[in-house]
């Protein structure tokens, strides 16, 4: 079981820069890849980071690209995610999300934070 705990949203104005971190429970957490989802009002959650358990490499969605950072500390059981040129359009709950490694769903999530992105 992992229990995850967002933090870091808030409100910051186009061309500004948010780090989101989530601190995951539990003394397995290399045994999970961990994610970052988004959801805008709306609109569906969508996949927008992953990193896998080793932190070796790293997945993005295109609209993220170049902008976002993924990295994980495993000593810390955290997982971070640093948004840099943010956005109008990244304006979302954020929601930071657990899968073990061999498995094919996320099966453990945060309860999400909010960043709003002002034009």
């Known amino acids: 079981q992992v229990q995850l705990v967002e933090s870091g949203g808030g409100l910051v104005q186009a061309g500004g820069s948010l780090r989101l971190s989530c601190v995951a429970s539990?003394?397995?957490?290399?045994?999970?890849?961990m994610g970052w989802f988004r959801q805008a009002p709306g609109k569906e959650r969508e996949f927008v980071a992953q990193v896998r358990w080793s932190g070796s490499d790293a997945y993005y969605t295109d609209s993220v690209k170049g902008r976002f950072t993924i990295s994980r500390d495993n000593a810390e059981n955290a997982v971070y995610l640093q948004m840099n040129s943010l956005k109008p359009e990244d304006t979302a709950v954020y929601y930071c999300?657990?899968?073990?490694?061999?498995?094919?769903?996320?099966?453990?999530w945060g309860q999400g934070t909010q960043v709003t992105v002002s034009s």
């Open positions: 999300a657990a899968k073990l490694i061999f498995a094919n769903t996320w099966g453990y």
């Open positions: 539990g003394r397995t957490f290399s045994s999970y890849d």
